[in-house]
């Protein structure tokens, strides 16, 4: 009896999953597609569906209002993305130019992945930003700044040429930071107001620091 139990409850899991997959639905974006820009796409989209932006340029910073996978085709350009109103999802394949990617009180739980960023870099700050994973990005001349919140992880990354390749605020959790590349940096690492004590980084494994002024660094200095 509890092992026919066990078999109806992992069937009915099975169902609510398949179920769940059958009702998402991909909206295409491009020059050539119904949807020529990302934020319509968005706009149009329900939490769940699938975000495909083909290769092309987009000016556009895009709000994240629900739930979704946006992906990008062949690295296309944008300006940027922002996490709004609490909302997450996953943003993987572009190459973001000006604004980055930034969350305030917002992307709980959201795979910031597989993406380049040029000059800009990742902000998460406050409460309802926690749980982030940041991994497989290369970003040239940006930060990854967190404020305020906590239990994100930086996995696989390579950050360069920046002033701070990752900051941590003092209000923040040490993050689980593991195999990524700081290179070319004033401080691969700078964490502001904590007093320095290099055992407080228990998470922090098989990280490479090359060519830094400082590779990690600790006191007052203002991102």
Do not use: H
């Amino acid at each position: 009896m509890k092992t026919n139990k066990i078999i109806l409850t992992s069937v009915m899991l099975i169902l609510l999953l398949l179920a769940s997959t059958a009702s998402a639905a991909t909206l295409n974006v491009g020059s050539k597609e119904k949807y020529k820009t990302i934020q319509s796409a968005v706009n149009a989209a329900i939490p769940g569906d699938i975000v495909q932006v083909a290769s092309g340029t987009y000016k556009e910073n895009v709000k994240i209002t629900k739930e979704l996978y946006i992906v990008g085709t062949k690295y296309p350009s944008v300006y940027g993305f922002y996490y709004d109103k609490g909302k997450s999802g996953t943003i993987n394949g572009f190459t973001i130019t000006k604004k980055g990617v930034k969350a305030n009180n917002a992307g709980a739980n959201a795979i910031i992945r597989n993406n380049y960023f040029n000059n800009c870099g990742i902000t998460l700050q406050g409460k309802s930003s926690y749980g982030v994973t940041i991994m497989n990005n290369k970003i040239k001349g940006g930060t990854v700044a967190l404020y305020n919140t906590y239990d994100q992880t930086l996995k696989g990354n390579t950050i360069s040429n920046s002033k701070y390749g990752l900051y941590v605020g003092d209000k923040n959790s040490i993050p689980t930071v593991t195999k990524n590349t700081f290179k070319n940096c004033n401080y691969g690492v700078y964490l502001y107001g904590w007093k320095q004590n290099p055992g407080k980084l228990v998470t922090f494994t098989s990280n490479s620091y090359i060519k830094n002024k400082v590779n990690i660094g600790w006191g007052m200095n203002k991102l």
